[in-house]
């Protein structure tokens, strides 16, 4: 049985028309106005509403041990508050430690997606440690269709590798045609930062941000930079936070560096002062790198409307106040990170295309098409033509909300967001031509989601 939305105004990244889409087989297989419903074609009429290609997060924690505790989430749930909010793929960073094996790390984090996801995903492979058995591992991991690598340059000891690891990374993704992500932040310099804070009695929440200042991501980027362009590799700064670490990616990327920028919810629509908030009102805003001055919000903005920013993630990482309360006494064990999968898409409409001045399509390419693009999910994912999946996010501009971990799908005890209005909804979600989220409501199928195997892109 086929499904044809009507009616609806579609806007990809390039284009937007008022038709209707017809499905069959979980692949869209007609675009045109006035199609023919044959019978038993289930109809959405989407008169008045938006429709847009499913979005992509191409940056999230789902399943992850870090300082020494777990993020709080699972697959189910992760893809479930996803859906609602209109994701319908996303990248997990598969991030074993540096202790452990890679391939066994690797197998274990698809174990836990595996038939638990509700949308589709794929995974960037973090390579935390450089020894003789990672170039086959990697190999065999690209060959199973996981066709991007994350490093770290922070997080000394734990996810972190020296420059050196760094090198053989990247000139190992160049010859595969592998996209590198990567965390820019100085460690050493973190770690020594931390500690002369500490020594100093400055334990607070409030002091994360100053242990890791913008010219440390600065230096990061820097070197990021520098390495990808000494190997001939191709590479994605992820979670970039501030003006000054901007500078340095698109200085490497004026001088023909193949470098890509993303930048990640939380930067966009908080600032430093939410972890200079007392108590465990703070600790739920540490990330890194951190929330910064709030200066640098409309430099981000304005490099997003640009395209200087080409893509938007979450860096999605819940942990839950409980786990927060780790870093009571000390700053350098809050566990790191801030949900948002959720809220994403609603967000960035809300503040980027209804209030901000950013361009429709813009937003379709930086949330969506930009990241299926760079990570070899195009034109399965990122689109809406024929031959693409019915990924599809039929959205209702004309809802108001708040945001609010009362009426939140994602299983943490806190919203990043809370408080937040947003101006507009997905009323329904497709993946693969099912809907599995109507108005707020998960209705579809656990289980639905598929690994999404990936080419080589480079
Ligand atoms: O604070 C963050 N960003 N937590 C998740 C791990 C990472 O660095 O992406
Ligand atoms: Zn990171
Ligand atoms: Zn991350």
Not at 319 to 338: C, M, R, S, V
Request: aromatic share 8%; net charge negative; proline share 4%.
């Amino acid at each position: 049985m086929g499904m044809l939305i009507k009616g609806g105004e579609i806007v990809t990244a390039e284009s937007r028309m008022r038709g209707d889409i017809f499905i069959e087989d979980e692949t869209i297989s007609a675009i045109g106005t006035g199609l023919a419903i044959p019978p038993g074609t289930e109809v959405i009429d989407a008169t008045g509403k938006l429709i847009f290609p499913g979005f992509i997060d191409p940056h999230v924690h789902i399943h992850l041990p870090f300082m020494a505790t777990f993020a709080k989430d699972t697959h189910a749930a992760a893809s479930k508050a996803a859906l609602v909010g209109g994701t319908t793929t996303f990248i997990e960073m598969c991030c074993p430690s540096r202790k452990d094996d890679a391939l066994e790390g690797y197998h274990v984090w698809k174990q836990k997606a595996e038939g638990n996801s509700a949308c589709d995903y794929a995974f960037h492979m973090a390579v935390t440690r450089y020894d003789a058995q990672t170039e086959a591992q990697l190999k065999e991991i690209v060959r199973d269709g996981t066709t991007s690598f994350k490093i770290f340059l922070s997080y000394k000891n734990f996810f972190g590798v020296d420059d050196e690891e760094m090198f053989q990374t990247l000139k190992l993704a160049a010859k595969l045609g592998v996209i590198t992500t990567a965390h820019c932040e100085n460690a050493e310099l973190v770690g020594q930062l931390q500690q002369q804070l500490l020594a100093e009695g400055k334990t607070g929440a409030e002091w994360h941000e100053p242990s890791r200042p913008e010219a440390v991501e600065a230096e990061g980027t820097t070197r990021f930079a520098t390495f990808v362009e000494q190997t001939g590799a191709t590479g994605y700064v992820v979670h970039l936070s501030c003006a000054p670490a901007l500078r340095a990616a698109v200085e490497a990327k004026v001088r023909g560096v193949n470098l890509h920028i993303e930048s990640v919810l939380p930067h966009f629509l908080l600032d430093k002062n939410y972890a200079e908030r007392a108590g465990v009102e703070g600790m739920k805003n540490i990330m890194s790198p951190p929330l910064r001055d709030k200066r640098n919000l409309p430099v981000l903005w304005n490099a997003l409307k640009t395209g200087l920013i080409e893509t938007v993630g979450t860096d999605h990482c819940p942990f839950d106040k409980e786990q927060k309360l780790l870093g009571a006494k000390a700053f350098t064990q809050i566990p790191n990170g801030i949900p948002g999968i959720e809220d994403r898409v609603n967000l960035m409409y809300t503040y980027g295309v209804k209030r901000g001045g950013l361009d429709i399509h813009r937003f379709v390419d930086a949330l969506s098409t930009r990241a299926a693009r760079l990570f070899g999910l195009y034109p399965r994912k990122g689109t809406i033509a024929v031959g693409s999946d019915a990924d599809l996010v039929v959205y209702d501009t004309k809802y108001r909300g708040t945001i609010s971990a009362a009426t939140q799908l994602g299983i943490n005890d806190y919203n990043g967001f809370e408080g937040f209005a947003i101006e507009g909804r997905p009323s329904v979600v497709t993946v693969r031509g099912k809907v599995q989220a109507r108005d707020g409501v998960f209705v579809g199928e656990q289980g639905l989601g598929r690994m999404i195997r990936r080419e080589p892109q480079v």
